[in-house]
Structure formats: C-alpha cells, structure tokens
C-alpha cells in the first residue's frame, strides 16, 4: 500500500506499507515475545509524582519528540534481507532497512526504543526526568528550575544525538 500524508508546508510525504500477510512471509516469522507499550496513566503518574516532591521555583515540563523515520534506521542484517524483498516491474528489489509490514517490526523496533530509553533515562537522574517512550515517541516529564529542566532536556538531545538517533521537534 502507498500511504500518502499532506506536511504542514503543503508538500506530500509518501510511506510504503507492504503486505508481508499476503505474500506469507509473516506466516514464517517466530514472534518470541511481546512488546508491552507504556499507558498515557504512566506518563500521568510519573507527572504526579515529580509534582509532589516540587520545591519553591521549580516547576515541570514536557519533552515530546518524535524519532524520525524510526524503523528505517534499523539495518538488515544480509541473510534476512531476502525476506525483505519484493518484485517491482519484473525486478527484484532488496532493502537495507526495516521496512513496514513484517509482523516482526514492531518488536524489533520495540527492542531498540526499549533500550534508548533505558539508556536515556540512565544519563539523567529519575529526580529530574521521567521518561516514556510511546512506539517511537519519547515523551518526558522534567523537574526543576528552568535552568534545570533546560540543562536535562539538553542532556538528554546530546545523548540522542550520540546515539544518532533523529529527532524530529
């Protein structure tokens, strides 16, 4: 499937979405586990639980990003790319990246976010920062003075960038 998806600036963006179900590819696929995705009531609770230990001129705020095109920055490893791949006009056509539509997508990606959030959370201190990832949506609760809360969110975009993971504002 072609999905299409007008920008803000008037432009189209373009996703292709294939269907690994008709073409049995999924039905071969082993799903060992589960990813289970934070709730909006974790995000809730840890803002309440940030709000309750504020001091005189501090305050909270929220960090939401986007990880941009998230599962394309994922690579194939070369002997799995054949099940990745598709005939376009009478040609083969092999990707390097994960793509929409393997029933094993989403728990790949759900591995890699797991442990960017992890990590993200390990570099900056749980007094100051909550974090949850939402697919491929960082969504953090920040505490402090306005300094602080700018120094974390700071911290946190290096980290980020480190790990060369896209950000989209």
């Known amino acids: 499937a ?3 998806k007008i ?15 008709r073409s049995v590819v999924n039905s071969t696929a082993k799903q060992g586990e589960r990813i289970v995705l934070p709730r909006v009531a974790d995000l809730v609770n840890d803002i309440l639980e940030l709000a309750a230990t504020l001091k005189h001129g501090e305050g909270l705020a929220l960090f939401i990003v986007d990880v941009e095109s998230a599962f394309h920055l994922l690579p ?6 054949k099940y990745l791949s598709t005939k376009v006009g009478g040609r ?6 994960l ?30 920062a909550r974090l949850e990832i ?10 402090g003075a306005p300094d602080t809360i700018l120094e974390t969110a700071l911290l946190m975009t290096w980290w980020w960038k480190i790990l060369n993971i896209p950000m989209s504002w």
């Open 2 to 4: 072609l999905l299409s």
């Open 7 to 21: 920008r803000p600036d008037g432009t189209t963006k373009f996703r292709l979405v294939w269907d690994f179900l």
């Open 76 to 81: 194939i490893h070369p002997n799995e790319r």
């Open 92 to 97: 083969l056509q092999e990707y390097f990246c």
């Open 99 to 128: 793509v929409f539509g393997p029933r094993t997508g989403p728990t790949i990606w759900g591995r890699v976010a797991a442990w960017i959030g992890r990590s993200t959370q390990a570099v900056s201190s749980s007094e100051r």
């Open 134 to 143: 939402f697919v491929d949506d960082p969504a953090t609760v920040l505490k």
